[in-house]
């Protein structure tokens, strides 16, 4: 076999694989519509930086100008809007929560509420075993006393 017929099967095997791994018409467009919105997405940044910078140019002295009116006037808005909506979000928090206790009360078994079962539980748990450790802590208390008067009535006899 001579070099060139050996240079052309190396050729013909490098083109089999090079059609094995090329992209399909699918994977060529799916590429070509993401570079396309890529850039047209990075137009649009741009120009919306200049429209800022060039806005912020031009409104500049009207801010600086106006500061004494605009800060105390942004200043109140900010903090009626602020409260208008921690009220809004406190509200529908309560809601939610008597909604939540509702269902709980009926028996629905609302979402959590194995892990209040399993809180309650303990809760129980811990309270009978204070129970437990109290009475046996009186009790014991009662007999030192009981005890103490014994030797005091002895002592004085």
Do not use: C
Request: hydrophobic share 45%; proline share 3%; glycine share 10%.
């Amino acid at each position: 076999m001579s070099t060139t017929e050996q240079l052309k099967q190396q050729t013909q095997h490098v083109k089999e694989r090079l059609q094995e791994h090329a992209p399909n018409q699918r994977q060529l467009i799916g590429a070509v519509t993401i570079v396309t919105i890529v850039v047209l997405l990075t137009t649009v940044g741009g120009l919306l930086m200049g429209g800022l910078a060039l806005g912020a140019v031009v409104l500049t002295p009207f801010f600086i100008f106006f500061s004494p009116v605009l800060v105390p006037v942004g200043t109140v808005l900010f903090l009626g809007i602020a409260g208008l909506l921690s009220a809004a979000g406190f509200t529908l928090v309560g809601f939610s929560t008597l909604r939540w206790l509702y269902h709980y009360f009926k028996g629905h078994h609302p979402v959590g509420s194995d892990k209040v079962d399993a809180a309650k539980n303990r809760i129980v748990d811990t309270a009978s075993q204070l129970k437990e450790r109290a009475s046996v802590y009186v009790h014991g208390a009662q007999e030192n006393v009981q005890q103490a008067k014994d030797q005091t009535l002895a002592g004085a006899t």
